[in-house]
């Protein structure tokens, strides 16, 4: 069929089967957000994720990646992203990046979202990291917006850049980025968040993608841990991370991962997301 040529388009019935995934990673999230507080582990955290997962009739995505036991990625800190979780207790001024994923009937999910934790002692740290995370989930949010709009897929790059240029000075990780998803959680093509050359594939009804800026408060450089997975700032600055899986239809575009298809998140941008038929 023409429509599948290039290999990353999806039909509507296959867009339509990506919904129920997204919903079941949102959730997840939801009650990771509900449970999140300090003195809980990022292990307990884990298992509520999971919970909420497979009572949904879903399964945990990551766990079917290769050497990967866990349902949810928890990156503290100047952990960027792929921390795993465990006996590490959540402290008050954290920031806390909650990556999570949920495969439903062959079709995925996958969504992000960052926590900062208060700590009156320490209102300045709190306040910076807070404006850390308003700043990454903003550039996710244009990055969307520009999806909506979009002609070709680096265009989203290029909005979550000048919109994070526009807000003062903030590292935008490189090395790690965002990705098509469907049968697979991680599929072609590449999803920047920064300019790059050339224009990428066409955006066209059956393009789903993860968008998933991850912005720090210093440098990009990163160095992976010795557990092979956890990636963390080489200056040991604060970072977030915030993902949603995003589709495009002959309607326009729906956010897969939130409830409301990201209305919320797209009315100051004037998009208005379209739920797929």
């Known amino acids: 069929m023409a429509f599948r040529k ?4 999806k039909t509507p019935a296959e867009l339509r089967a990506m919904v129920r995934p997204g919903l079941l ?3 997840s999230l939801d009650a990771v957000a509900d ?11 884990d298992a509520i994720a999971e919970k909420t997962i497979r009572d949904g009739g879903g399964v945990p995505n990551f766990m079917l990646v290769p050497g990967y036991r866990n349902t949810i990625c928890s990156s503290i800190n100047d952990d960027v992203v792929h921390g795993i ?5 959540v402290e008050p001024g954290d920031i806390v990046s909650i990556d999570s994923g949920a495969e439903f009937e062959g079709w995925n999910g996958d969504s992000a979202r960052s926590f900062v934790i208060d700590d009156p ?3 300045d740290l709190v306040a910076e990291r807070r404006r850390l995370n308003d700043v990454t989930e903003q550039s996710l949010w244009h990055g969307i917006a520009a999806l909506a709009r979009a002609s070709h897929l680096n265009e989203v790059g290029e909005a979550i850049e000048d919109y ?3 807000q003062g000075e903030f590292g935008i990780l490189e090395d790690y980025i965002g990705h098509g998803i469907g049968r697979s959680m991680h599929e072609e093509p590449p999803v920047f968040n920064y300019r790059v050359r050339g224009r990428g594939p066409s955006v066209k009804p059956g393009l789903v993608v993860a968008i998933e800026p991850m912005i720090t408060l210093g440098g990009n450089d ?3 841990q010795d557990d092979d997975w956890t990636v963390t700032t080489t200056d040991g600055s604060s970072a977030a991370h915030w993902e ?4 495009v239809h002959a309607d326009g575009i729906w956010v897969l991962t939130a409830h409301d298809g990201g209305a919320a998140g797209l009315a100051a941008l004037g998009i208005r997301p379209t739920p797929i038929a």
């Open 6 to 9: 290039s290999g990353i388009y």
């Open 85 to 89: 979780p465990g006996t590490r207790v």
């Open 121 to 123: 002692s320490r209102p």
């Open 244 to 247: 949603h899986s995003v589709a």
């Open 25 to 27: 990673t949102a959730e």
């Open 164 to 166: 994070v240029e526009s």
């Open 222 to 224: 990163t160095v992976t």
């Open 35 to 45: 449970a999140i507080r300090p003195g809980i582990s990022t292990g307990e955290l």
